[in-house]
């Protein structure tokens, strides 16, 4: 039988624009794509790479979403979203950040990212200077190094239990600062931001022209206190960008569906990149998204304390293996340790924790440079795969701490 021949090289080079040298990525994927290829060849990998929640869409929101299929929701909608989802995600908004919200307001787009994208594409210039958290989602730096702006990494540190610095956000504030990224809960440390921080990021803003990109979709999943919100502020709300969405709080990650809330005139913009890219999100997809605003929320409470049970278990595990020492995070379901004291560089730990103990978890520094010293575990996973992956990493630590 004839074997099918590689496709012939080509004779002409792809002329790649030079921006596509400034996109990054986000790692976890790839570490799936390749732990998936491990499975392909037999073995066994817990995953705790993935920043997905391993239940299942609540029932209401699945059969809202099928019934809105037979009903003919499958045609394309308006740009900025179905007007009966902005009403329910204006009104949700309004009501958790203690503010008035206008549907107007509010942009859905498939997926939290496009409001990244869109947000930062809309406002910032060639030049101009983007401060955002490091460690901190992947997505940030690379959008903003894209568009041939300036990323400004703010440290998030340890020491500070993984919370913002303000004295030294303030120190980074320049004539170029164009817009500030904070994301609370934090992901990949679990840090929040307390109210009294939030006040005080909004008094080194001051008067200044300078806007806040506030990642809000780990917002239903806190441990310790309450969440707090830029977007409360009154002096702050005409100068504050909401990303939230559906993935982390209804395990709707496969649904796209996210929205951000901002000024009305900034949506109109954002409104028109979302033309430009997607024209809209699916309608059948935004009917099932306001039935998990306004339906039952008891799973998002079950799923939440699950979470929970398993942080305080994996925190204290990690804390008994040598070489590793954890902090307790405060919100979203991912647990960042501390593994200076096993030898090994971040990247090749999680790389050999991999291919060799089948646990599959993130490098800190596919989150920034300041992520080095530190990797990332998903608790996203049963109790019993997670108690898996623990053994191995203890099993494999014990043949391989570097001295």
């Not at 300036?150 to 303000?166: G, H, N, Q, T």
């Not at 840090?191 to 009294?196: E, F, H, P, V």
Request: glycine residues 8%.
């Amino acid at each position: 039988m004839p074997t099918k021949s590689a496709a012939p090289p080509s004779l002409h080079p792809l002329p790649v624009a030079n921006r596509m040298s400034r996109l990054g990525t986000e790692t976890a994927f790839e570490v799936l794509v390749r732990a998936r290829a491990l499975e392909a060849q037999g073995r066994h990998i817990v995953h705790l790479e993935i920043g997905e929640p391993d239940f299942d869409t609540p029932a209401n929101v699945v059969e809202a979403g099928v019934e809105a299929i037979r009903h003919g929701w499958t045609h394309y909608g308006p740009a900025a979203g179905l007007p009966d989802l902005r009403s329910a995600i204006a009104e949700y908004v309004g009501r958790t950040r203690n503010t008035s919200v206008a549907p107007e307001e509010v942009v859905v787009v498939p997926g939290g990212k496009p409001i990244i994208f869109y947000v930062i594409l809309a406002l910032v210039d060639e030049g101009d200077e983007v401060i955002y958290p490091n460690p901190g989602f992947p997505i940030y730096e690379s959008v903003v190094k894209f568009l041939g702006a300036r990323a400004v990494p703010l440290k998030v540190r340890e020491e500070r239990d993984f919370s913002l610095d303000v004295k030294e956000l303030a120190s980074l504030i320049t004539s170029r600062t164009k817009l500030i990224i904070l994301n609370s809960p934090h992901n990949p440390t679990g840090g929040t931001m307390s109210a009294a921080d939030v006040e005080r990021v909004a008094e080194a803003i001051g008067d200044r022209n300078i806007f806040v990109l506030s990642d809000e979709i780990y917002s239903r999943l806190i441990y310790e206190g309450t969440h707090a919100s830029m977007f409360s502020l009154e002096e702050m709300r005409d100068r504050t960008i909401l990303l939230d969405g559906f993935s982390k709080t209804y395990a709707m990650t496969g649904w796209r569906l996210g929205y951000g809330v901002m000024r009305r005139d900034l949506a109109e913009h954002v409104a028109r990149l979302a033309i430009n890219c997607n024209s809209c999100t699916a309608s059948f997809t935004q009917v099932a998204g306001a039935e998990a605003l306004r339906g039952d929320q008891d799973s998002v409470e079950r799923m939440r304390a699950q979470f929970e049970r398993r942080r305080d278990y994996v925190v204290e595990r990690l804390n008994r293996i040598p070489g590793f020492s954890c902090r307790m995070p405060k919100g979203a379901f991912y647990v960042f340790p501390n593994i200076t004291g096993t030898g090994w560089k971040s990247k090749e730990i999680a790389s050999a924790l991999l291919e060799e103990a089948g646990v599959a978890c993130l490098s800190g520094t596919a989150f920034g440079e300041f992520g080095e010293g530190y990797i990332r575990l998903s608790v996203a996973n049963s109790i019993e795969n997670i108690t898996a992956a623990l053994d191995r990493i203890e099993e494999w630590g014990g043949r391989h701490r570097r001295r």
